[in-house]
C-alpha cells in the first residue's frame, strides 16, 4: 500500500447541519495493513480552494470532537483509501504528487471535516474489507452502490454516470450490441462491478450480459480480470483483449488507440464513499461537507476542472 499524508494550514470550515470538531496536525506517512504498494511520503500540498469565503462558512461546534475522535484511526486525522494509477481520477504527478478528481474530492472533504488527510494507495478489491477491519476512516474509490456492498458498509453517493465499452480505435471488431461481446476475450479490474454485470450475480443476478449470451445462444464471454485498470487497458492495447470494462478516461490518455462503443447501451452507477456501519458520526459528517462543497460551487468546480462521470445533485 502506497500511503501519502497531505498537509495545510486548515482554518475554520463548514458543516451544513452537523456539529463537528476542528483539529489540526501536521501531517506525516505511515504503514498501513492492507495489502498494496510500499508507503511512500511526497511533499505537503496547498490547501484546497473553496468558492465560498471562509469567513462565510460556519464553525463546527466544539462538543462533538471527542465523539468523532472516537470513530477515527487517529483523531485529527482522516486515513482514506484510494485507488492510485487511473488517469484523470487519482494518479502521481511528475513530481509524485497525487492528483485527479478524486484526490481533489477527498483533500477538500479532510478540509471541510478540518482532519489531516492520509491517502492510502489500495489494491481495490482490498479496500471494503479495509473498510470493515478499520484499516481506513472512509474510502473514495469509484465503488458502484450495491446491495451487497451496502450489506457490509455504510455508502454515501459522491458521482454517478453510464458503464461504456472501451475498444480499439475504429472499433475493428464491430461492436454494435452488447451480445456482439459474446465468445470474445473482455478485460476488467478484479473486484468490480464489472464482473458481476458479465457474470450476472450480484446487483445483476439473472440480467448479465453471459445470461443475454445464453438466452440468444451465443457462448458466454472470456472476462480476463487484473488487479489494476492500468494492466487490464494494456491487455486491450496489446491484443489480448478486445474490449475493455470499466473507466473511460483512458481514452484521455491514448486518443489515438482508444474508443468508446456508445451504441452498445450498458447499466447506469452511482459511485459510494465508503464507511464502517458502526461509526455513524463520521459518515454524518462526511455527508454534510459533501453537502456543503455542492452548495458552495466546490464541487462542480473540481468536477468540471477534471470531467469525470457525472456530478451529483443534492
Known amino acids: 500500500m502506497r500511503e501519502l499524508a497531505l498537509g495545510w494550514r486548515l482554518g475554520t470550515i463548514a458543516l451544513l447541519g452537523v456539529a463537528c470538531a476542528a483539529c489540526t496536525s501536521s501531517p506525516t506517512a505511515t504503514s498501513g495493513s492492507t495489502s498494496s504498494p510500499a508507503a511512500t511520503a511526497v511533499a505537503p500540498t496547498s490547501s ?3 468558492t465560498a469565503p471562509v469567513e462565510n462558512q ?4 466544539g462538543e462533538l470532537a ?3 475522535a472516537g470513530e477515527l ?13 487511473v488517469p484523470r481520477v487519482a494518479v502521481y504527478d ?8 478524486s484526490v481533489e ?3 477538500e472533504l479532510a478540509h471541510r471535516l478540518n482532519l489531516e488527510p492520509e491517502l492510502r494507495d489500495t489494491i481495490f478489491e482490498d479496500i471494503i474489507g479495509a473498510i470493515e477491519a478499520g484499516d481506513c476512516d472512509f474510502s473514495l474509490a469509484g465503488h458502484f452502490i450495491t446491495p451487497e456492498r451496502l450489506e457490509r458498509i455504510e455508502m ?3 458521482l454517478k454516470g453510464r458503464q461504456q465499452i472501451v475498444v480499439r480505435y475504429g472499433n475493428p471488431e464491430g461492436f454494435e450490441d452488447s451480445n456482439d461481446l459474446c465468445g470474445k476475450a473482455v478485460s476488467s479490474r478484479a473486484g468490480t462491478i464489472q464482473e ?3 457474470r450476472g450475480v450480484g446487483l445483476y443476478q439473472g440480467s448479465g450480459l453471459d445470461d443475454a449470451c445464453a438466452e440468444a445462444g451465443l457462448p458466454s464471454i472470456d472476462l480476463v480480470t487484473f488487479p489494476g485498470e492500468a494492466e487490464a487497458v494494456d491487455a486491450l492495447l496489446q491484443g489480448e483483449v478486445v474490449v475493455f470494462l470499466g473507466g473511460t478516461t483512458w481514452l484521455a490518455e491514448y486518443p489515438d488507440e482508444l474508443a468508446l462503443v456508445p451504441a452498445v447501451v450498458l447499466p447506469e452507477y452511482t459511485n459510494g464513499i465508503g464507511v464502517r456501519k458502526d461509526h455513524p458520526l463520521l459518515a454524518n459528517a462526511l455527508r454534510s461537507s459533501l453537502a456543503a462543497i455542492i452548495a458552495d460551487g466546490t464541487y462542480l468546480r473540481i468536477h468540471n476542472t477534471w470531467g469525470v462521470g457525472q456530478p451529483i445533485t443534492p
Open 66 to 68: 471527542g465523539e468523532l
Open 48 to 50: 484546497p480552494s473553496s
Open 73 to 85: 484511526i487517529t483523531p485529527g486525522r482522516v486515513v482514506v483509501c484510494m485507488v492510485f494509477g
Open 58 to 61: 460556519t464553525t463546527v461546534a
Open 156 to 158: 454515501i453517493p459522491y
Open 94 to 101: 511528475a513530481n509524485g504528487e497525487p492528483t485527479g478528481q
Open 105 to 107: 474530492f477527498v483533500l
Open 196 to 198: 458481476d454485470l458479465v
